[in-house]
């Protein structure tokens, strides 16, 4: 079975006429890492929230791999959303009380993680101390402790800086090589997407429609320098005419 | 040195202030029953300190008793119209409708409901109180913060566990400046409840003292009903730091992890 599976998958919302996505069908395998790449603004997000059991699906179906029934989907939204009256520790673990975990069996197994999160002595620290990239990994690390089989990143780093934002890339890539986890991302950072997965999904049509799927065929383990690759510049080319040719179809304006 | 600092600028200017009524009183020869000197003022709150201490504590109860209650009904009705779409729609234009009744007027009324009773006077409290309490605990409801929510449903919590455990936390800010607005209103509301017709309380103390001339007593009676205002927004203020700890400025030994 597929880690997350969607099927003819149809949505607009009530108040609006036109739909967001049309006869929507793709997959991910378990333990990879896609990335899907589209304009801002046209339902990306929404695409989640349909995944996250938010919004009802107006038509089709999703499928996501259920091993034990709950907390199967880890989620990172766009912003860090820590809760600010709890400190890093119960904030990473409230998704295991959320699953009847009493607070300090939740605690002990939030506290395993954090080294290599990096966050080693911010447990008894609210978020509001911490810098914006520690944060972010907070919240990656409450997405991810209670061991979810598909993990959804909402442009998880785009409200760093960038040099924060390359260190983030770095860490989060060489954790996705030691654990194998099933992961499905948005950004609109190529390079991002590139050095990350295994395959991109781009939007090629609006409503979300047809996905253009592109293999990532670049080896493991891959640094920061696999960004300066021919094979690397020539994928982030090609991704680039896709986009480009996408802008062109629709008169420079994508709606 | 700091602390010093902080304190020295209000306690000069209130000694300013204090010096010059002392000093301008007697220069200009305003008579005692406008406006007494404040040493007088001490005096009679000194003279009368039995019989102060005696109506505070009425008041202070009618305050308290209705402020209590102001808040539970004030959590109720903002939980309620939260929740629900139909109770916002019946209750909350009532509340503001409530509001545009000058409550002064309504005050009399609440004697003929509940005679001289203590509870005359704590409904007029109530009718102080719980308009802020439910318009800023509804604030905070409102505005907490949905992504947030969406995240908590996304791990598996249910409906009252994210209630539990996200609302209920985000509101206190909101909900606690609101008790705050409450807390001072509801000694207005006590002793405007205790003028409309009591025999105990500082609101009736005032205004015997105030139709004997008595204007020393008078000053020193309402000297009393703003130390009970300052008590009681002073709850709100020990709420404040127990429940919001969070918010306490950085620390500098925290600013070295900032860095990692």
């Avoid at chain 2, 000694?187 to 309380?201: F, Q, Y």
């Avoid at chain 2, 205004?207 to 300052?230: I, P």
Wanted: charged share 20%.
């Amino acid at each position: 079975m597929k880690a997350l599976q969607i099927n003819n998958l149809s949505f607009k919302y009530r108040e609006l006429d036109k739909l967001i996505l049309e006869d929507l069908s793709f997959s991910i395998d378990r333990n990879e890492f896609v990335t899907i790449i589209a304009p801002s603004g046209t339902g990306k997000s929404t695409l989640f929230r349909l995944i996250l059991g938010l919004l009802e699906p107006s038509k089709g179906s999703i499928n996501i791999e259920n091993e034990n029934n709950k907390n199967v989907i880890g989620y990172m939204p766009q912003k860090d959303c820590l809760m600010p009256w709890r400190n890093i520790l119960d904030n990473t673990s409230v998704g295991l009380e959320l699953n009847g975990y009493s607070k300090r069996k939740a605690r002990e197994v939030a506290q395993g993680y954090f080294e290599s999160f990096n966050l080693q002595g911010t447990e008894k620290i609210y978020p509001h101390e911490l810098s914006g990239g520690m944060r972010q990994r907070a919240s990656f690390l409450r997405a991810i402790v209670s061991n979810p089989s598909l993990l959804l990143l909402d442009e998880p780093f785009s409200s760093l800086d960038a040099l924060t934002r390359r260190k983030m890339q770095e860490w989060l890539l060489d954790l996705c090589e030691k654990e194998k986890n099933t992961v499905f991302m948005i950004t609109h950072d190529i390079e991002e997407a590139l050095l990350l997965s295994d395959r991109i999904l781009i939007c090629t049509q609006l409503p979300y429609k047809n996905l253009k799927s592109i293999n990532v065929n670049i080896k493991r383990p891959r640094t920061y320098e696999t960004t300066l690759t021919s094979e690397f510049i020539e994928l982030k080319r090609s991704i680039l005419n896709i986009l480009d040719s996408l802008e062109e179809n629709k008169g420079g304006k994508i709606e | 040195m700091k602390k010093f600092k902080n304190i020295i600028f209000p306690l000069v200017f209130v000694l300013i202030i204090l010096l010059s009524w002392e000093v301008l009183i007697p220069y200009f020869q305003v008579p005692d029953y406008i406006l007494p000197r404040f040493s007088k003022i001490l005096v009679a709150l000194w003279e009368q300190k039995e019989i102060l201490y005696k109506h505070s504590l009425t008041t202070l109860g009618e305050a308290l008793l209705g402020l209590s209650i102001s808040v539970v009904i004030g959590i109720v009705c903002a939980f309620s119209i939260y929740s629900w779409k139909n109770v916002e729609k019946t209750l909350y234009p009532m509340i503001i409708f409530s509001q545009t009744i000058p409550i002064i007027a309504l005050s009399p009324i609440m004697i003929m409901w509940f005679g001289y009773s203590i509870w005359s006077k704590v409904a007029v409290v109530i009718l102080f109180c719980f308009f802020p309490i439910v318009v800023s605990t509804l604030d905070g409801l409102n505005s907490v913060d949905k992504d947030l929510e969406d995240v908590l449903k996304a791990l598996g919590g249910s409906r009252t566990q994210i209630f539990i455990k996200l609302h209920m936390r985000s509101v206190l800010p909101n909900f606690l400046s609101g008790f705050k607005i409450a807390a001072t209103y509801s000694v207005a509301g006590a002793s405007i409840g205790e003028w409309l017709g009591a025999d105990k309380g500082l609101g009736i103390y005032v205004k015997r003292v105030a139709g004997m001339l008595q204007s020393d007593a008078v000053f020193a009676g309402v000297l009393v009903l703003s130390f009970l205002g300052l008590l009681l927004f002073s709850i709100g203020i020990i709420l404040e730091k127990s429940l919001l700890k969070y918010r306490k400025e950085i620390k500098e030994s925290n600013y070295e992890i900032k860095k990692i």
